[in-house]
């Protein structure tokens, strides 16, 4: 098997991780902080003090980042995974970032004589520690088809989208439905309790029909019993929501409903909301309507 990298041991990356070591790959790890790292060490994996060094050490490096601007560093900066890899390495940005950077970085890495793939992921924390994610592709058949392996102990729905970019972009088409579909089951349920009627048994009946959704199932029964504790954060919604935009006013799309969720994420974020699970959002609706579901009136 190929050494595998992987830098970026958060929430999702390092439940990610987890999957490949027990699939049998080699890992070469490096994170911001510690602690992740010295816990899979403990479980096989070696530890490297900067992207470059995990870069020289493996044959396909893998990058689970917060944000654009992290993997760019991480990529391009000093002592960054550029600044390690050696012809024929493949990177594959799992991070879900701008479609722009992903084609910058393809074309730079192409330059190297290094492989690119976009793979952006959903499905969550448990989706993560499940290896059940639906992974997104970007980038050339040849580089897709050597990931396979590696894609398949962490993820099911393995999807080939197009050229470089193209994961990137079905990301934010994802992150458009999930968003919507959050806010309409908080104003669904939200109306049910401020009706007098019980939103928990709204929630079942509407999952027995054509309103059923895996986000009406999870978040649903989160929104009810008020744990948001992240899984998926506001603070990231927001950011792929306005990833989403910006593609929107890149191709002239009218995206309307998008930026009424981006503008309620954000009004989350500027309550100091931002580190909760995206799920929250239910509170801007009870807010609005003066109730909580669960406790009475606001």
């Known amino acids: 098997m190929e050494t595998i990298g992987f830098i970026g041991l958060g929430v999702m990356g390092k439940p990610m991780a987890r999957n490949l070591i027990e699939a049998g790959f080699r890992l070469v790890l490096h994170n911001r902080s510690r602690g992740a790292v010295d816990e899979l060490a403990k479980e096989g994996a070696r530890a490297a003090a900067s992207p470059k060094e995990v870069a020289a050490q493996s044959d396909i490096v893998i990058t689970m980042l917060p944000d654009s601007p992290d993997v760019e560093l991480v990529v391009v ?33 192409e330059a190297r004589g290094v492989d690119m793939l976009d793979a952006p992921v959903s499905g969550g924390d448990v989706g993560a520690a499940n290896a059940t994610l639906s992974i997104m592709v970007g980038g050339k058949t040849s580089a897709f088809d050597r990931a396979r392996p590696v894609f398949a102990a962490l993820g099911q729905n393995i999807v080939h989208i197009g050229d470089a970019g193209a994961g990137q972009i079905a990301k934010a088409a ?50 009810l019993e008020r744990k948001f504790k992240p899984g998926a954060r506001v603070k990231t919604h927001y950011k792929d929501l306005s990833i989403a935009l910006a593609l929107g006013q890149e191709y002239a799309v009218p995206l309307p409903l998008t930026a009424q969720v981006h503008e309620m994420f954000g009004t989350l974020l500027t309550a100091g909301q931002g580190d909760l699970d995206h799920s929250s959002l ?17």
């Open 77 to 109: 900066g000093k002592d960054g995974v550029f600044d390690g890899a050696r012809r024929g390495m493949l990177l594959i940005d799992m991070s879900t970032s701008s479609p722009a950077l992903a084609r910058k970085l393809a074309r730079d890495a």
């Open 174 to 223: 994802n992150q458009i439905v999930v968003g919507l579909t959050i806010e309409a089951i908080s104003e669904a349920l939200v109306l049910a309790a401020k009706a007098g009627v019980d939103p928990a048994k709204v929630r079942q009946a509407l999952l027995g029909g054509f309103a059923q959704s895996r986000v009406l199932d999870a978040h649903g029964q989160r929104m």
């Open 282 to 298: 239910v509170t801007v609706i009870e807010r609005l309507a003066n109730i909580q579901m669960i406790g009475g009136a606001t």
